[in-house]
């Protein structure tokens, strides 16, 4: 029986409508036909986020694709950090989308305490510019968008490889 | 999400006012304001300020194909999806002159897909957002702490219900499946009885945490005469069919709903009151539904009754809106026994969509959003052209009610400090768990306390 590949689920946050906000949704479109082994694509873009609580079981890692609002940083600049390194980090999705009040941060919170989170959990995001309702995307964040891609695909494929190293030392 | 509060006081004696501010209400999505002004340490009146700018669906549906409609009011909510595109179906099916030839497969299978929408919505309200008010809790976060296998149950609950939906929808959110006339696809009975087996424990651990939640609860006391509106069908809990009644003598058909109520436009805020014509506000959602329906519930959830009545010393009917939490969950026993029956008695349909010519025509109709009753009317043109719409959503029924709720409790917290008054204030209102992708966002609370001019210092 093959042995059954780990897959890091890459959630993608924002609103498609609010300008810069469209940021994770243009990474989750670009990620979509790809077909990265080991990446399960949550695409959370169109709605409050409260999918990703359920989609956490059986993952070997998370990576939120966002926004995010930083001080001193260029639009478009990419952010790469684990998420546990995110205090002082405005994720620009909670501003613009709140389902009944559970923000991104929040359902994170909760599946950290839950123990629901993965061991690795990144955010990789974008500096953004304004998140407008009914603007369009800045290029400088379009312009950011393969550097997302590449940088996600490399963090898949290296948790893909370290649970598959894992698997087999334990047969 | 700020969520400051302060106050302010003014002045010496008869003329003594004192400001209560809150920014923002907490576990209910949005923005708004509330103002209570106090006069002798009596409520006058309370005034629930929206500036939620409005949507404009009804104006931008004019002039779409119908076929078109399901899928775009259903995102005027992302929980309650369901609730909008059956509502709409149901009118335009009207509208076209086909309501009565959707086959009774068909119609279960809308039930099937609103039961999934009453449990993931449910449960979500209660275990996350709600239950921490009556446990003294700031949020979900501090309930892991303390609660935290119910949490995970909620959780895995609200999963089911997602899968419900997705399974007849395509998906999640936002769901595709339904279509005027039926549906777009429907599932394989393998499809069906995998979830079969998943749903059926879940009904038994949601009848515990019911009865956990009545036995473990302290509720607030506020009973209050409303009448209550819902649908009434006759041989089953209302979703998608029956005539609209009350408890205090309304009974009519669905299409009669516009004439009976009276929706008006007040100044502080964006979304509509609405009112039994000529005579009083109304209330909407589970509690209303039980206390209309309670005889119909799946034998699952209806034995929990006594059960529930006893641990709170309180029979059917309930008048206090603190006790919707509970209504709740009998709901979604209610939605989790009928959805096991549903799947494992599921056969694939002969037809899934009744076929029909569009044609000028008017059709209105209402189904019970796990909120209460959503309400359209559409008026479509020869070739099958929204000519004109009209939505009624539940949260927007419910406001009025809800600022008599905070007139008749505010008294009581008089003494009370702004923070706590305010955290009180929110708690109440998340009793209605108002869902703001439908109507507007909550709460910024201030106060205003007077002493009247023949009042002694």
Redesign the interface.
């Known amino acids: 029986m093959p042995p059954i590949e780990a897959s890091t689920l890459v959630a993608a946050f924002g609103h498609r409508w609010s300008g810069d906000d469209a940021f994770g949704g243009l990474v989750a479109d670009a990620l979509r036909p790809r077909s990265v082994p080991g990446l399960a694509l949550l695409d959370l873009t ?3 986020p ?2 990703l ?2 989609a956490l079981e059986g993952q070997v890692g998370l990576i939120v694709v966002d926004a995010v609002l930083v001080e001193g940083l260029d639009t478009g600049e990419l952010i790469d950090l684990d998420w546990r390194e995110t205090t002082g980090l405005a994720i620009a999705h ?1 501003k613009t989308c ?6 991104v941060a ?1 359902q994170l ?2 599946a950290d ?2 123990g629901l989170l993965p061991a690795p959990v990144r955010l990789v995001g974008a500096s953004l510019q304004s998140t407008r309702l009914g603007t369009s995307v800045s290029p400088a964040m379009r312009r950011a968008v393969p550097r997302a891609v590449a940088r996600v695909t490399r963090w898949v494929d290296r948790w893909r490889k370290e649970a598959t190293a894992v698997t087999a030392e334990r047969r | 999400m700020s969520n400051s509060r302060s106050s302010s006081s003014a002045g010496e004696g008869a003329g003594k006012t004192r400001t209560l501010k809150v920014a923002a209400l907490a576990r209910v999505e949005g923005e708004g304001g509330l103002h209570l002004e106090m006069v002798d340490g009596q409520c006058r009146a309370a005034r629930v300020d929206i500036y939620e700018p409005p949507r404009f669906y009804e104006a931008f549906l004019r002039g779409r194909d119908f076929r078109e409609v399901p899928d775009i009011t259903a995102r005027i909510c992302g929980i309650c999806p369901v609730a909008y595109q059956a509502s709409s179906c149901h009118a335009l099916e009207k509208a076209m002159g086909i309501f009565n030839q959707v086959d009774p497969p068909l119609r279960a299978l809308r039930n099937l897909i609103y039961c999934g929408e009453w449990i993931e919505s449910h449960v979500l309200h209660m275990f996350l957002l709600h239950l921490p008010d009556f446990l003294g809790q700031e949020s979900a976060l501090a309930l892991v702490a303390t609660h935290g296998p119910a949490v995970k149950t909620a959780l895995r609950l609200k999963k089911l219900g997602n899968a419900i939906v997705a399974l007849l929808g395509g998906r999640a959110v936002h769901p595709v499946g339904m279509c005027v006339g039926g549906f777009h696809a429907v599932p394989e009975k393998p499809a069906c009885q995998a979830l079969a087996d998943q749903v059926k424990p879940a009904i038994d651990e949601m009848a515990e945490l019911t009865l956990f939640l009545a036995e473990k609860l302290t509720y607030p006391r506020l009973e209050r005469d409303y009448e209550f509106l819902a649908l009434c069908p006759p041989n089953e809990y209302p979703m998608n069919l029956g005539r609209i009644r009350s408890n205090k003598g309304l009974d009519v058909d669905q299409e009669e709903f516009l004439q009976s109520i009276e929706e008006q436009h007040v100044a502080h805020s964006t979304a509509l009151h609405a009112e039994v014509k000529g005579r009083s506000h109304y209330l909407v959602g589970p509690l209303a539904r039980l206390n209309l329906n309670s005889d119909k519930l799946h034998p699952r959830a209806l034995e929990l009754v006594p059960k529930v009545s006893r641990l709170i010393d309180t029979p059917l009917p309930w008048r206090n809106n603190f006790l919707s939490l509970l209504a709740r969950g009998l709901e979604t026993v209610h939605a989790l026994a009928l959805s096991y029956d549903l799947l494992r008695e599921y056969r694939p349909p002969s037809r899934t969509v009744v076929p029909f010519t569009p044609r000028a025509g008017v059709g209105g109709h209402g189904t019970e959003a796990p909120r209460g009753i959503c309400w359209h009317q559409y008026r479509t043109e020869a070739d099958g052209t929204i000519a004109s719409a009209r939505i009624v959503p539940p949260t927007s029924q419910n406001l009025a009610v809800i600022e008599e709720d905070l007139i008749e409790y505010a008294p009581s917290l008089n003494d009370l400090s702004d923070e706590v008054a305010g955290l009180r204030c929110e708690h109440l209102i998340r009793n209605y768990d108002p869902c703001i992708s439908c109507s507007v966002h909550f709460l910024k609370l201030t106060r205003t306390f007077r002493r009247s001019e023949n009042s002694r210092p």
């Open positions: 169109e709605c409050g409260t999918g609580l359920d909670e709140s389902t009944h009040g559970f923000s929040r919170e909760l305490q839950l």
